[in-house]
């Protein structure tokens, strides 16, 4: 655990000498196993499954699985170290293992029985099987509620149809957490999570999205056709899909508040870099103080984003409420990360609009993180809901 210090004011934070350790082999893994190919992996929308299974030799993939179910027993503030070292370098690497861990790991963690968990848990968290959070639909995004998607109970059975859109994964994943209406009369009260293999069938791929950013990232429509699936395989009880949803969610944002503050801190490094070599009226750039002043600027918002990260994970590692720190974290941190990539191109000039350069890549990357996860102003919903409370 962290030498931490909760008080009601805040978080008095410092990484102990095992975190520390943590950070430097994801670093050391991000520098020699990501860095040599963003660019290949970016340009082709190639899928990183290479990089994924090195991942999980390293216990990457289910870092906070307990050891006992073939995790690394990490806290969810080791977790978010090990996120940050990935996204500084790719962010696209960093969503992949968002969506494996922070979604479908983590509603498996929380909502699956003994059994369920036994069953499908090591072989997510060792990598052997990729997973997949399967709520949003052509109709139902920010509104979760209107998913459309249905399950019909017959006999000892579930038979699922319709269709998922944005589903990150979803080409290369095994097990998939997916959200259908199981009673729909009852709006998102009659929505259930449900445990969906490929290999039961009728699951097929439809059209893979051609994205802005996060390219290597792998985002499609999935066609579920009367896919049959045991009736065991129920996350708890009918209907209660839907809460199970916005739990999950409160502890993905805190994952994606860290892929936030790594994308951040990888543009300001690409900008220091470029500052201290590049010389224009007879001076090195950082010598200006206009730059300074971008860089400080930076400096200030990255620290302040990456303390409300980890006070957030803190408080999930404890077991506290989360749902505000975590809207909270990922609203500051998201829209932190979108200024900073767009400072760190104005410092390159038109050097930031070519590909030779990683800040073009950081700033096509990050606009998805004031969307994913539950946009900016959904954030605002949450956070405004908590202090009217």
């Known amino acids: 655990m962290a030498n931490e210090t909760m008080t009601e004011t805040g ?23 990501i860095r040599p190919q963003v660019m290949k ?42 996120m940050e070292e990935i996204a500084r370098i790719d962010p696209s690497v960093g969503l992949t293992l968002a969506a494996h861990s922070g979604l479908c790991l983590e509603h498996l963690s929380q909502f699956a029985n003994d059994v369920q968990k036994k069953k499908y848990i090591p072989d997510l968290a060792t990598g052997t099987k990729i997973g997949s959070w399967c709520l949003t639909e052509p109709e139902a995004g920010s509104d979760a509620s209107g998913t459309k998607t249905v399950a019909v109970h017959t006999g000892n059975s579930y038979i699922i149809n319709g269709t998922k859109t944005f589903i990150t994964n979803g080409s290369y994943a095994d097990t998939f957490v997916v959200m259908a209406k199981t009673d729909q009369s ?24 051609n994205k802005l950013g ?15 699936v045991p009736s065991e395989n129920l996350l708890g009880n009918e209907g209660e899909g839907f809460k199970q949803a916005l739990s999950v969610l409160d502890s993905g944002r805190i994952g994606i508040a860290a892929l936030s503050v790594g994308l951040a801190q990888g543009a300001m490094d690409a900008s220091l870099k470029y500052a201290k070599e590049r010389k224009t009226f007879g ?12 860089l400080a600027k930076m400096s200030v918002e990255i620290t302040a984003a990456r303390l409300l990260t980890q006070r957030a994970a803190a408080a999930k590692a404890s077991g506290k409420d989360i749902n505000l720190l975590a809207a909270t974290a990922k609203l500051f941190a998201s829209e ?13 000039g038109g050097y930031g609009f070519i590909k ?13 993180l004031t969307i994913g996860e539950g946009t900016s102003e959904v954030q605002k919903m949450v956070i405004a809901k908590n202090l009217l409370k």
Do not use: C, W
């Not at 999570?193 to 999205?209: L, N, T, W, Y």
């Not at 001076?283 to 971008?294: C, D, G, R, T, Y």
């Not at 030779?356 to 998805?368: A, G, I, N, W």
């Open 11 to 33: 978080l008095d934070f410092h990484l102990t000498d095992e975190m520390k350790m943590f950070q430097q082999a994801a670093r050391e893994f991000a520098e020699n196993e």
């Open 41 to 82: 992996l970016d340009e082709a929308q190639e899928f990183p499954m290479d990089v994924l299974k090195k991942m999980a030799e390293l216990g990457f993939l289910g870092a906070t699985v307990p050891t006992e179910l073939s995790g690394a027993g990490l806290t969810a503030l080791e977790f978010i170290i090990i």
């Open 186 to 209: 009852k709006g998102k009260s009659g929505i259930s999570a449900i445990i969906v293999e490929r290999a039961m069938g009728g699951i097929s791929v439809g059209k893979k999205e």
């Open 214 to 228: 996060m390219r290597a990232s792998d985002t499609v429509q999935l066609i579920f056709d009367n896919v049959k």
């Open 283 to 294: 001076k090195p750039l950082a010598e200006h103080q206009a730059i300074q002043f971008k």
């Open 336 to 348: 932190v990360a979108e200024r900073v990539a767009s400072e760190a191109v104005q410092i390159h």
């Open 356 to 368: 030779e350069f990683p800040v073009e890549k950081y700033y096509r990357d990050v606009k998805l």
